[in-house]
């Protein structure tokens, strides 16, 4: 009998773990929606690196290392972020744990296909791209804020204005780019968009 190896099962459970579970919600958000939202985000900021800064880097690369970026929560839940950065040690703790949950999630894969999977759960690839996907988890988490908002829950408003605090810190051109002239359309009405005519 042929040996049976669940990764593929287990990555399609990022759609059973909320996030936000700390805040009151308006609409719950999910893992699998989270990964899907930064993988086109982060390809976008590869493509304005690229396009208007003079980058050289694989968007379609990003977009890939953000669908796997949180992969290791399937199994370990996802630590609401005051909890998760309160101290160093506990910020330290929860990176082994982490560690231990990326290495079991690549266990589960056949043997022959880790090596292409093990950048991706593991974070390996160069830092320009790290930080790329490291941006466009911010800026999805940012826009999480701004439609809970826009909906009336101002349970999120000091989230949207520390996550837009760490935003600027990261001092990304392309970023920025994308915060002047794509992100303020997050604020409008589908009418204010033009799209229900």
Known sequence: ?????????????????NRWALM?????????????????????LAVIKNK???????????????IFHDASEILTGDM??????FNEEIRSSYKQVEESACARLLSMLPEDLRPEY?????????????SIV??????????????????GNMEFANAE???????????????NCFL????????LTLDEQGMSR
Do not use: W
Not at 1 to 17: D, G, N, Q, T, Y
Not at 29 to 42: F, K, M
Not at 161 to 175: C, G, S, V, Y
């Open 1 to 17: 009998m042929a040996e049976h190896f669940p990764f593929f099962a287990i990555i399609s459970r990022m759609k059973f773990i």
């Open 24 to 44: 009151r919600n308006t609409y719950s958000e999910n893992l699998s929606e989270h990964s899907l939202d930064t993988a086109i985000l982060a390809h976008a």
């Open 52 to 66: 208007r800064f003079g980058g050289n880097v694989n968007a379609e690369q990003a977009a890939l290392l953000a």
């Open 80 to 85: 609401p972020t005051p909890v998760k950065y």
């Open 118 to 130: 093990e950048p991706l759960i593991l974070h390996r690839e160069d830092q320009e791209l790290h």
């Open 134 to 151: 490291k941006a466009a988890d911010k800026l999805s988490a940012l826009i999480k804020c701004i439609e809970e908002r826009k909906a």
């Open 161 to 175: 204005k520390a996550t837009l605090e760490a935003i600027k810190r990261l001092n990304l051109p392309e970023l």
């Open 180 to 187: 002047e002239e794509l992100l303020p359309a997050y604020m």
